[in-house]
């Protein structure tokens, strides 16, 4: 069975920093691009970074750069997410899914989708 599962979430104030991974099983993920992706209550899918196979290319949005840093271990079929100086409002689940379209892609074009890991921030 081919999963990927997230771990790392938490709670955390704000300012303070957790680091998310992301675990691949099943088959391995090492040509693929991985990214993170948040869903805050009762909000869209909000697309959080993405790396390429090789860990040499990544992408961030907006309010993720310069505070989060995408990278990722092939040996170990595993891709983190570093989250510092974190906000109430990068308060969300954050699931990592697997696809072969590029850093930037829709929620459609992933193949593999995590279950998620809470991050809530407080003030």
């Known amino acids: 069975q081919v999963e990927l599962v997230e771990s790392g979430g938490g709670l955390v104030q704000a300012g303070g920093s957790l680091r998310l991974s992301c675990v691949a099983s099943?088959?391995?993920?090492?040509?693929?691009?991985i990214s993170w992706i948040r869903q805050a209550p009762g909000k869209e899918r909000e697309f959080v970074a993405s790396?390429?196979?090789?860990?040499?290319?990544?992408l961030y949005s907006a309010f993720a750069k310069g505070r989060f840093t995408i990278s990722r271990d092939n040996a170990k079929n595993s891709v983190y997410l570093q989250m510092t100086s974190l906000k109430q409002e990068d308060t969300a689940v954050y699931y990592c899914?697997?696809?072969?379209?590029?850093?930037?892609?829709?929620?459609?074009?992933?193949?593999?989708w995590g279950q998620g890991t809470q991050v809530t921030v407080s003030s």
């Open positions: 899914a697997a696809g072969e379209n590029g850093l930037r892609m829709s929620s459609s074009e992933y193949g593999y």
């Open positions: 790396v390429n196979w090789d860990g040499a290319m990544t």
């Open positions: 099943g088959r391995t993920f090492a040509d693929e691009v």
